[in-house]
């Protein structure tokens, strides 16, 4: 199985702060990665498809890059709203992987 | 508008078999693999299995093979999940997901809880 290691596992930021996690796949996954915001009692949310392509109604400020093993998720200027927990998602194998979180918190 | 409604909460005793339901609408049911996700209290996402409802092939995760059970029925747009042998470890929130290459849709999620 592919698996993905994300970091940090946690950081703390301010509002208007740009924001980077990163995740490592153990091998090649081409593109076939995603980005999804989790908050507290909620499903989550897909925010990029495709390492780098934004869905649909996402706010510009989220933007990803890579391919390959390496991708970065990044925040270019927090909002009070984006205090979530972040995962990658990788779907390259019909055997799926999340990484395991990045929690942003306010600083 | 797309929809995944997902069954209700559930409590079972150790080593009994839960089956979560997850009814679909707006889209073809059989256009789209349905995953389902294990999220257990204050952990991360862990991705379970699928099933093609076109054909009613699946795929496990490692992890849950040899417990896990997912199914489609087409006659109701409906796909479940059955986890059986059931310990507090698997005390979770289980989501139902539609995970297309532009369409992500996701269930409200159902908790389970396993406690004697």
Not at chain 2, 9 to 18: F, H, L, M, R
Request: glycine residues 10%; contains cysteine; hydrophobic residues 30%.
């Amino acid at each position: 199985d592919i698996q993905m290691t994300q970091s940090p596992s946690s950081l703390s930021a301010s509002v208007g702060d740009r924001v980077t996690i990163t995740c490592r796949a153990s091998q090649g996954i081409r593109n076939d990665l995603g980005w999804y915001q989790q908050k507290p009692g909620k499903a989550p949310k897909r925010l990029i498809y495709a390492a780098s392509s934004l869905q649909s109604g996402v706010p510009s400020r989220f933007s990803g890059s890579g391919s390959g093993t390496e991708f970065t998720l990044t925040i270019s200027s927090l909002q009070p709203e984006d205090f979530a927990t972040y995962y990658c998602l990788q779907h390259n194998s019909y055997s799926l992987t999340f990484g395991g979180g990045t929690k942003v918190e306010i600083k | 508008e797309v929809q995944l409604v997902q069954s209700g909460a559930e409590v079972k005793k150790p080593g009994a078999t839960v089956k979560i339901s997850c009814k679909v609408s707006g889209y073809t049911f059989t256009d789209y693999y349905m995953h389902w996700v294990q999220q257990a209290p204050g952990k991360g996402l862990e991705w379970m299995g699928l099933v093609d409802p076109e054909d009613g092939e699946t795929i496990y995760a490692e992890k849950f093979q040899g417990r896990v059970t997912i199914t489609a029925d087409t006659s109701t747009d409906t796909a479940y999940m059955e986890l059986s042998s059931l310990r507090s470890e698997d005390t979770a929130v289980y989501y139902c997901a539609m995970l297309g290459t532009r369409l992500d849709y996701w269930g409200q999620g159902t908790l389970v809880t396993v406690s004697s």
